[in-house]
């Protein structure tokens, strides 16, 4: 049976409802970046906002990290068919590809520009940012809530991109299963908030308290908590540095996670910096110039600690190295 693979998040959402549209493919499967790499797959599937692991029947991403690592291992990128395009969002790729021969229902139109704006981070302001509207309201239900299994995530963007495919957002937004959704996701934004004003703090390297640390490294459990709410407490930090353990089957394994985000509030004053090069260069991961992140497999405790410092100290160096490079290269 043919499918769509798409990522577990708004722009996987859009991407896949598109698709959905374009090539009357209704089996849709979520899946994350990570886990891609376990699936097995056929080669026959149409993916999206993903890497494609060695061949498929159609890809569209705009993830530059993707197509770099791609082409290292061999494959042959320019002939897969589909489009890769470097536009704030997957879903932007796949509209403009098809927009000509396919009709599509009017309010993607409209939706398209503000998945750029989401899936890049591109605001101005944490109140822009914060601002309810019916697409952002959308977006910020596609994410993992707190203590939700998996499997009711996955089934909820599902159901999600069956609903875009037929129904505007406006429409969307007034069903019980999202409005049930929506509370869930306000009762996670103050639990994160809750925890971040608790967990966060600067490196003693950091003078200028430019990169805010968040380590839930120590933690039994993985708390999910979206670090962006940062901002709502430390708006003049430059970036923020999650730090988690990564779990497997419950248990606390000693691989170490990192994500990485630039203030997106201030992304101008950052237009030169590249976060994902910072963990391409530790070689730990990749990402956007703005967001990026990675793990490292420790062999003991010990070593977690030491590594997880050593991280955390070339990430504020290359950071601090970056900006300098950046003031040179304008004055
Ligand atoms: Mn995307």
Known sequence: MQQIVTHTDFDGVVSGALLSIATEIRFIRFISH??????????TEVIADLPCPWTCQLWFDHHETNLKEMKQRGVKTE????????LDSCAHVIYD??????????????????????????????????????????????????DEDYKSFLKYLLKLTKQLTKSSPIEI??????????????????????????NH???????????????LSEFKTSPRMD???????????????????????????NTLKFSFGVNFTRSEKFNKVNAAKIFEELDIGGGHPKAAGGSIECESKKDKLKIKDYIIKEIIKRWN??????EKVIS
Request: glycine share 2%; net charge negative; proline share 5%.
């Open 34 to 43: 990570s886990q891609i790499w376990r699936e097995p797959l056929s080669g």
């Open 227 to 253: 670090k962006n709410f940062i901002y709502m407490i430390e708006p003049d930090a430059d970036a923020v540095l999650l730090i988690n353990s990564a779990f497997q089957n419950n248990v606390k394994t």
């Open 79 to 86: 002939e897969i068919p589909g489009r890769f395009q470097l």
């Open 97 to 146: 590809h098809y927009h000509e021969q396919i009709e599509f229902p009017d309010h993607f139109k409209e939706m398209i520009p503000q998945t750029d704006q989401i899936d890049s981070m591109n605001y101005q302001s944490v109140d822009e940012w914060l601002k309810e509207t019916p697409v952002k309201m959308i977006a910020s239900t596609t994410q993992l809530l707190k």
């Open 173 to 198: 937004i007034q069903s019980d299963v999202f409005t049930n959704r929506y509370e869930s996701f306000k009762n996670y934004k103050e639990y994160s908030l809750e925890l971040l004003r608790k």
């Open 321 to 326: 190295q970056q900006l300098k490079t950046e």
């Open 201 to 215: 703090f600067f490196h003693p390297d950091d003078k200028n308290k430019a990169i805010a640390l968040i380590d």
